[in-house]
């Protein structure tokens, strides 16, 4: 009997939902072109702190999708789980600022971040 590696198993299950995976990088070219367009649109312009905290976690959260789609394609599973961790912890914050809508909460964040 013939052993198959790890990557050629997780090789064949991204082949078989290579539709799935097109799309999901269709939605992830979508989001970067969303985030494009704010950032041309605010460049060089005053804009809130929480505006532009949520913005950058918004591209934060494209790269990363991105990353995990790649990781994925590539075969390396335990390397896309640990991003999809981080990826949901960022979610959780952004959610959380979002529903606090506290102008002192996110200059702490702020803050704390750099």
């Given at each position: 009997m013939r052993a198959f590696s790890v990557l050629t198993i997780q090789g064949c299950v991204f082949c078989t939902s290579l539709e799935m995976f097109h799309y999901f990088f269709l939605f992830i070219h979508s989001c970067h072109t969303v985030f494009e367009n704010l950032r041309v649109t605010t460049n060089k312009k005053e804009i809130d702190i929480a505006d532009l905290i949520l913005i950058c976690l918004y591209d934060t959260l494209c790269r990363?999708?991105?990353?995990?789609?790649?990781?994925?394609?590539?075969?390396?599973t335990t390397s896309a789980l640990a991003q999809w961790r981080t990826f949901y912890e960022h979610i959780v914050v952004g959610i959380f600022l979002m529903d606090e809508d506290s102008p002192e909460l996110f200059k702490k964040f702020a803050d704390f971040s750099h």
């Open positions: 990363m999708a991105d990353e995990i789609g790649m990781a994925l394609s590539q075969g390396s």
